[in-house]
């Protein structure tokens, strides 16, 4: 009853841009931590960028200083902007959240996207 859609993955050339977003619905009480990931063929998953529920971000090394994290809390979504794109880059990337789907359980539970295709080729 709580899905995560993502959105904006395409085909971009070396140095280019991408805005990505990932959309929470359904049974949502609270979220905590959103998070994107990546997963590039033959490779494990990794964790690319989280922002807290107050909006301070952290990045894996390997995109710091090219990508943004944010979030708007009101519309239960989670962006990254991709600047600066390296063909090393190309992944699948998975939106996660960290989610209270109500008022009588304080549990949170961790949801997946499908995730969406970023190919950055010339």
């Known amino acids: 009853q709580v899905q995560l859609v993502e959105s904006g993955g395409g085909l971009v050339q070396p140095g280019g841009s991408l805005r990505l977003s990932c959309v929470a619905s359904g049974s949502i009480f609270g979220i905590r931590t959103m998070a994107w990931y990546r997963q590039a063929p033959g490779k494990e998953r990794e964790l690319v960028a989280t922002?807290?529920?107050?909006?301070?971000?952290n990045y894996a090394d390997s995109v710091k200083g090219r990508f943004t994290i944010s979030r708007d809390n009101a519309k239960n979504t989670v962006y990254l902007q991709m600047n600066s794109l390296k063909p090393e880059d190309t992944a699948v990337y998975y939106c996660?959240?960290?989610?209270?789907?109500?008022?009588?359980?304080?549990?949170?539970?961790?949801?997946w996207g499908q995730g969406t295709q970023v190919t950055v080729s010339s």
């Open positions: 922002v807290t529920s107050i909006g301070i971000p």
């Open positions: 996660n959240a960290d989610i209270r789907r109500n008022l009588y359980s304080s549990t949170y539970y961790s949801y």
